[in-house]
């Protein structure tokens, strides 16, 4: 009988919500206090940008780059990869920009719904939105004194790079002959920006994520020849426990906590029969997790962070449900058919 991917990778759709989770922890604390100076891990780890959602961010890249390489090699169809991809992260983000724009702008906005609009300041947020993946002001929506002012959906900046890391991957599938040099460039790629930061200005966009993609490749690459070792996992765990005791948690987590996201990834986790029966909410909760705790600061003028944290992450479970089973569920369906579809006119084989 054929087997789903979530039960045969059972742990990576918890690790997912995990992730999402505390985005909304590190991101309570930046729009509450318009700062991330008191959130828990920053405050452990001394380090300006060690809060945990920016982990959680990094353990997203770590699972596409490894589960992108394993879907790549055992069905190299650059129309399946295209088609798969489309349907899992447009449906969800158009959704969002337009319960953004018609909602929760004429909502938040400073302007009264007929001035919000009129103004026609919306439909180029759609537009830009659309085409950018990426977030722009609403006309007078979150319109307060604080870092983060005007800020519609700060959570946006990270799909720009994650489509771009799909089409380099799919780039080099292509034009390189083995997908061991796909991992060994990617991994050299990541190391050179991991020892030289300023390096990952040279590749907009995707430069500062890049390592934790490409690290997530290689895994799968090593994983693929040499199978998977608890005793290197326990190597990985002291590497990154060293890694935050000297400074240099980004490097250690790209370097070894890649290892063991995945082998955590391939484990039941105790809400993974839970997470079969409600769906995967972790995109939805990631893509309306910051318009929701920006409507709490602006309604109920909340300033405790784990309060905001709380409420948020009710209100945004019950949203990402919504889109789940509305929007997500309906759209991976469409699939196969679309992929029938199109290969009647269009090869979709590399090679």
Same mark, same amino acid.
């Given at each position: 009988m054929h087997r789903s991917r979530s039960a045969i990778l059972p742990g990576f759709d918890t690790l997912r919500l995990l992730g999402a989770v505390l985005v909304l922890l590190s991101h309570s604390y930046l729009i509450a206090q318009d700062s991330e100076a008191s959130e828990p891990l920053q405050v452990l780890l001394k380090g300006e940008k060690n809060i945990a959602g920016l982990y959680g961010v990094f353990t997203f890249f770590i699972i596409s780059g490894y589960l992108l390489a394993r879907s790549l090699h055992h069905n190299p169809s650059i129309l399946r990869f295209a088609i798969n991809r489309?349907?899992? @992260?447009?449906?969800?983000?158009?959704?969002?920009t337009l319960f953004c724009a018609l909602v929760v702008g004429p909502l938040c906005s400073s302007l009264n719904p007929i001035g919000y609009f009129s103004s026609g300041?919306?439909? &180029? #947020? $759609? =537009? /830009?939105?659309?085409a950018t993946l990426g977030d722009a002001p609403l006309p007078g !929506?979150?319109? #307060?004194?604080?870092?983060?002012? /005007?800020?519609?959906?700060?959570?946006?900046w990270s799909?720009?790079?994650? +489509?771009?890391?799909?089409? @380099?991957?799919?780039v080099l599938w292509i034009v390189l002959p083995s997908p061991g040099w796909v991992a060994v460039l990617l991994g050299t790629l990541g190391i050179s920006i991991?020892?030289? &930061?300023?390096?990952?200005? !040279?590749?907009? !966009?995707?430069? #500062?994520?890049?390592?934790? %993609? +490409?690290?997530?490749?290689?895994?799968?690459?090593?994983? #693929?020849?040499l199978g998977e070792?608890?005793? $290197?996992?326990?190597?990985?765990?002291?590497?990154?426990?060293?890694?935050?005791?000297?400074?240099?948690?980004h490097q250690a987590f790209a370097s070894f906590g890649a290892y063991l996201v995945i082998q955590i990834g391939h484990q039941r986790s105790p809400i993974s029969g839970w997470i079969e029966r409600t769906?995967? @909410?972790?995109?939805?909760l990631y893509l309306f997790g910051w318009p929701v705790q920006q409507m709490l600061r602006q309604f109920l003028s909340l300033r405790d962070p784990l309060l905001m944290f709380a409420l948020s992450t009710v $209100?945004?479970?019950?949203?990402?449900?919504?889109?789940?089973?509305?929007?997500? =569920?309906? +759209?991976?369906?469409? *699939? /196969?058919? @679309?992929? /029938?579809? %199109?290969? *009647?006119?269009? &090869?979709?084989?590399i090679g």
């Open positions: 489309c349907m899992r @992260l447009l449906p969800g983000f158009t959704c969002c300041g919306w439909l &180029p #947020y $759609i =537009k /830009q939105s659309l !929506v979150f319109n #307060y004194v604080g870092s983060i002012a /005007q800020v519609v959906n700060g959570s946006l799909l720009q790079a994650e +489509a771009l890391c799909y089409v @380099l991957l799919l991991l020892i030289q &930061p300023a390096l990952s200005t !040279v590749i907009p !966009v995707i430069g #500062y994520p890049l390592p934790y %993609f +490409a690290a997530g490749v290689l895994v799968w690459w090593l994983t #693929y020849h070792s608890r005793p $290197i996992a326990h190597l990985c765990a002291a590497g990154l426990l060293a890694g935050a005791l000297l400074g240099f948690p769906g995967d @909410l972790s995109y939805g $209100i945004t479970l019950v949203l990402a449900w919504c889109l789940f089973h509305a929007v997500e =569920k309906p +759209a991976m369906a469409l *699939r /196969q058919p @679309l992929l /029938q579809w %199109f290969s *009647r006119w269009r &090869p979709s084989q």
